[in-house]
């Protein structure tokens, strides 16, 4: 279960509440991964500055809404304003692999990164999937200059060897503010029909729905039924369109597309297609605006998707569990089980993580597995952990094997118990000792 954000945030600060726009609170089954592309976010080229020191508030945000719920972010990758965000739950961590990010500059000769694309790619239980967050050119009269952009996007290469370029892919997403407008039509055609729910009168004209007629390389994305009033350009902090002198005309801006290439390679061939050809499908379950959110000059529109994977990784790469009782009283040992082909590294680590981590890097402690080792065998090998780095407040961890040669995580554990230890409790208990004994001497000093 996928569930896709675009948003062009107008540089504004992240609002208060964003279950709704992650459906937080269905009743249905909770989602796997959330994909969240963001334009616009705080652009100034000061905030841009100091933001690449530390993550941008959009992206603390996001890991302080979903990492409580058990999700970690996986990647993400920020190109001035466009921010792309992805977030998995623990479990599907050792099955996702060459993870790359990359960025394409269109805007001003390619010069400010003001326009353009940021794209994360991995493979997915052994199939590979591409994400690409684009904001092209504004105005009406820019089709073609939107268009000429999205094939240079698609052009680019991710760093490394042997990785496929967007399109060989075996699924592309492709979202943003891709900035299509509404031709011909007159305003108030548009916004009569838009207050009567006749968007089909307005599909035809839409300039990407005509765009995918004649060019062939869009013929190939799919999109869901636009079914929701077009989510550009309202008055801030209202569902009103554009009250402004502009009077800008309102358009689906916002949209969220995908293109599979067995489908692609396939579309020739006649007959049914077995489940060998056909390893993966993508489901559309909804594709909605969210008028509630009122920050920007968009609204944020999402896509929730099924997809279906005949697994060709099902066992990870290592295997690895706490042993004994957990507590800071005492060294604790680590065992793990890599398989016997897994590329092993001397930068190798596991990290102790509380349940809640927000991402890769908030571990609470690590063991190097060349340096910590203490014993190895066919099977399976041990590290160990200095109990001064143990937390004496105890709570819920899990460990993770971090491959350096991978660049990802390969292992996860269960969720485990470490018991608060004694010292804490002592340490509690001294100072209370201390206290009343303090205030004994203070009355017998009163008394006297």
């Known amino acids: 279960r996928l ?11 992240p609002p208060p509440d964003v279950s709704s726009l992650l459906q937080l609170n269905s009743l249905g089954p909770t989602m796997d991964m959330y994909v969240i592309g963001l334009q616009e976010v705080n652009s100034r080229i000061t905030n841009f500055l100091s933001d690449l ?21 996986l990647s993400s990758v920020r190109m001035q304003g466009l921010l792309l965000l992805i977030f998995v739950k623990h479990i599907h961590l050792p099955f996702i692999r060459g ?26 239980y052994g199939h590979t999937f591409c994400f690409v967050n684009c904001h092209l050119p504004a ?5 073609e200059q939107r268009l000429d952009d999205f094939e240079k996007i698609l052009e680019m290469q991710f760093e490394g060897e042997n990785i496929p370029s967007p399109l060989d892919h075996d699924v592309l997403f492709w979202f943003g503010d891709l900035n299509f407008r509404i031709a ?12 009567n729910k006749r968007y089909s009168l307005l599909w035809e004209k839409d300039q990407l729905n005509m765009a995918k007629k004649t060019e062939a390389f869009l013929k190939e994305f799919q999109e869901g039924p636009l079914q929701f009033k077009p ?18 005309k309102p358009a689906w801006t916002d949209r969220i597309l995908w293109r599979m290439k067995n489908l692609c390679q396939n579309a020739s061939k006649e007959g049914n297609f077995s489940e060998e050809e056909h390893p993966i499908s993508v489901t559309l379950n909804n594709y909605v605006s969210h008028m509630s959110y009122g920050i920007s000059d968009h609204k944020p529109v999402t896509g929730t998707f099924g997809l279906e994977l005949k697994p060709l990784l099902s066992v990870p790469l290592v295997v690895l569990n706490p042993e004994g009782e957990w507590s800071a009283e005492h060294d604790v040992i680590i065992r793990y089980s890599p398989v016997p082909e ?40 041990q590290v160990y952990m200095s109990a001064a780095e143990i937390p004496t407040g105890g709570g819920e961890f899990l460990l993770c094997y971090y491959s350096n040669n991978l660049q990802a995580i390969v292992g996860i554990s269960e969720p485990f118990q470490i018991q608060p230890g004694r010292t804490s409790a002592e340490k509690d208990l001294t100072q209370e000792e201390n ?14």
Do not use: C
């Open 435 to 448: 206290s009343w004994m303090h205030k004994a001497d203070n009355r017998e000093s009163h008394d006297e």
């Open 99 to 124: 993870i790359h990010t990359q960025y394409t500059r269109t805007g001003l000769y390619g010069y400010w990164g003001n326009k353009g694309g940021v794209s994360i790619r991995m493979s997915l």
């Open 342 to 381: 897994f590329p092993s590294s001397a930068w190798d680590w596991i990290g102790l993580f509380k349940v809640t981590f927000m991402h890769v890097n908030d571990y609470v402690t690590y063991a190097w597995v060349e340096d910590d080792e203490i014993s190895s065998n066919e099977d399976s090998k």
């Open 53 to 73: 020191a530390f993550d941008d508030p959009w992206s603390i945000f996001f890991m302080t809404v979903l990492s409580p719920l058990g999700y970690i972010k």
């Open 231 to 248: 989510t550009y350009k309202f008055d801030l902090y209202s569902d009103v369109y554009d009250t402004s002198e502009k009077k800008r």
């Open 139 to 143: 105005h009406m009269e820019n089709t």
């Open 3 to 13: 569930h896709l954000v675009t948003w062009n945030v107008g540089t504004a600060s």
């Open 184 to 195: 011909d039509y007159g305003i108030h055609f548009v916004r009569e029909s838009i207050n």
